[in-house]
């Protein structure tokens, strides 16, 4: 059983990371401050992690019988079929904890990373579903990118120049999609889906600025819904595909955190249960402490609605018959 935050917290410094100081003229030197990054003392441990996470991967490389999930976090997903490799969304790294940490809004990590990115080898497609940094991580994806030659990236066709400027890649790179689109690429034949976070908002060119993606391999299909409230035509859109897996937000919309929202507990229970998902397994939580859920809730309502579903462990995997 993971246990779950603490109240009690603990400074930590890292002095490799300062804000920007006036220069002190009498004495000819800056001044420089250090950022401080305030983390429960605590931390929800990882079902597994680093080195213990890439030895698991690792030895089930050649099994070809189903395929198998891994959870690291947040809204990442690690998909292996036939030694291939698809990673949802990624966010390993404390980018917004520095970003944030002397706001009114601090991002305070509740839980371990489960693995450096530059580890992840192998990989052969990525997605970004929006341009929030939990799911467009420079600090993830340059390292991830770096050992990875060859990986392909899928994103909302409406976000390339972003996202191309966030990693400063070449324009062509990124693989885009809207929702009236497909591409098969690294063994998976990926479908974009709208998502509503919080409106289904579309560029000047009428593209999804904000989208999740339905992966087709073999004869399984799994649904990463980035980051989605309910919105009407979705189950209409997602039924047809017969999802085996379906990964759903549970961290709800609450106006005071100041950020968009997303499915709740209840909602992707149901949301779940309504486009016939063989499983569903809950993401989005237990990252920051201003915006998370107690799974447990989740896994009342899906009892409740005789959902199909599982919650993972931080870096814990499930094989998929």
Known sequence: MQKRKSNDFLIIIRPFFYKKAKKIPEYGFYLLTPIFFYFPMTLIPAFQKD????????????????????????????????GRHLLFDPYLSDSLSLKYAQTDKPHVRMSERVIDPSLLKSIDVVTSSHNHTDHLDAD???PLLAVNPTIQMIIPEANRAFVCAR?????????????SH????????IYGVPAAHNALERDDRGQYKFMGFVAEFGNYRVYHSGDTLWYDGIVEILKPFGVDVAFLPINGNKPERRVAGNLNAEEAARLGKEIGAKLVIPHHYDLFEFNTENPTLFENYAKQYETPYRVLGIGEGIHVE
């Open 51 to 82: 080195e213990a996470l890439l030895r698991d991967i690792q030895s089930q490389t050649n099994i070809t019988d189903g395929f198998r999930v891994w959870w690291l976090g947040q809204s990442g997903f690690l998909i292996q079929w036939k």
């Open 140 to 142: 993830t994806l340059l």
């Open 167 to 179: 990693l400063q890649c070449a324009p062509e790179f990124p693989i885009g999609l809207n929702d």
């Open 182 to 189: 497909h591409v098969e690429v690294g063994g998976f034949k």
